[in-house]
C-alpha cells in the first residue's frame, strides 16, 4: 500500500514555505486564466449589479429560463451584458420587458392608430450578437414607421436563439397573443422543423464554481459538448468542417453533400419527412390566427450557402411557398433579395446576419408587408426605396 504523506505544517501550526509558494502560485495561474477568460471568452453579466457577489457573478441564471420540455424563454426584466460576443467580438446590452421579449415595455392593448407586429423566430430575429437597434426588427420598423407615417408603428421582437418552429407557436400562446397582434411574421430558419440542439445537451454551466469563473464555466461547457458530441448528436454538426473543404459555390454536386451531411440541422428543410411537424405547427398557427383575429405571413430565412453559390438551389423555399399558400398564409422569400448582394458580408454564421444584411432585408420586406398582407394605402417618403429600386440584376454584384 502507498502512503501519501500530508503537508507538514510549522510547528506553530502554519503551512510549511514550500506549501505556501505552492499554493500562491497555484492562485496565481488561476487568477491569470481568469482574466485571459474574461478579455476572450463570451459570458453573460448583470447590468446593474447591486452588490459585491453579483459584481463577480457570470453566467447565472440571468437571461434564459430552460425547459427540456418547453424550450428557451427569456426572462421578463432581464437586463444583462452578454461580454465579447464570439461572433462579433462586441459586448452587447439585453433588455427584456415584461412579457419576456427583446424590446422595449409595449402596452398589452393597442393605442388608437397603431399597427403591430410580432416578430417570431430564433437567432436570426434574437440577433443577441448585435446592438438591438441593427437588429431586423427595429430595421423593420423604421422602414414600416417611413410608409405609414400617420400611424403608431410597433415590430415587437419576440425572437429567442436556439429554439424552432413549435417553440414559436409555444410563445405566441404564452406570451405573444397578450400583445394583441395585427400580424404574426414568422421567421422559418430551415431548421426550424427540428428540436433546439441544446435540448439534448443539457448545458450546465458548473455550479457554483461555475457561476463566478468564466474559465471554470467555459471548462465544463466543453466537457459537457464533448459527450454530447460523442452520442447521436453530434452528427448534427459533421457539416461545419465539411464547409470548408467541399466547392459547394461552385459544384452542384459539392453542394448537394453539403446538404447531406447537414441533414439533422438545417438540410433537414430538403428532406421530405422533415415537414411533418411544419404541416402540424401551421395548422395550430391557422387557428390561432382564426381565433384571435390576426394575419399571418410567413418569412424563409436562407443559409449563406444558398445566398453565395453560383447556381440556385431553392427547393426548401418553394415547399415553404407551396404550404403557405395552402394554408392561406402570405409568403416572402429572402433568397431572391440577398442573393445580389452575395459579394458582400452578409452573415456571420449560418444564420445570423451583419447588420448589414438586416438594412438590406428591411425596406423590401416592409414593402412585402404593406402591400400582401397589410395591404392599406400608406403615406409612401418619396425618397424612401421600393423594391424595384433594389438589385435585382445577379450580373450587376461586382
Known sequence: MIIIPRPRASESGRLSPAVSIILAASLMIFLGVEIFARSNSTYTELMHPKNLMQHLEVNGDFLIDFDEHSGRRLYPDARVVLRHHYLTGLDVPIMVNALGFRDDEIPLGKRDNELRVLLLGDSFVFAD???????????????????????????????????????????????????????????????????????????????????????????????????????????RFRWVSSQYSLDWAHSKEAFDQLVNLAEYDWGAAWKDDSWDSVIKNFIELKQLSKKHGFKIAVMAVPVPYQVGAEFVDDVPQKKLAALCSEMGFAFFDLLPVLRPFRAEELFYDHNRLTPFGYKTIGEPLAKFLSEEVIREAPKIVESRKTLSAWKTDESDVK
Open 129 to 235: 450578437h448585435i446592438p438591438v437597434k441593427e437588429s431586423l426588427s427595429e430595421q423593420l420598423q423604421k422602414a414600416l414607421a417611413d410608409t405609414y407615417q400617420d400611424r403608431i408603428v410597433e415590430v415587437v421582437n419576440a425572437g429567442v436563439s436556439d429554439i424552432g418552429l413549435t417553440e414559436y407557436v409555444n410563445i405566441l400562446k404564452d406570451r405573444g397573443i397578450e400583445h394583441s397582434p395585427d400580424y404574426v411574421l414568422v421567421a422559418f430558419s430551415l431548421d426550424d422543423s427540428l428540436r433546439p440542439w441544446s435540448v439534448g445537451l443539457g448545458l450546465t454551466s458548473g455550479g457554483f464554481l461555475g457561476r463566478y469563473s468564466v474559465a471554470a464555466s467555459a471548462f465544463f461547457r466543453y466537457l459537457a459538448i464533448r459527450r454530447w458530441l460523442e452520442g447521436d448528436y453530434g452528427k
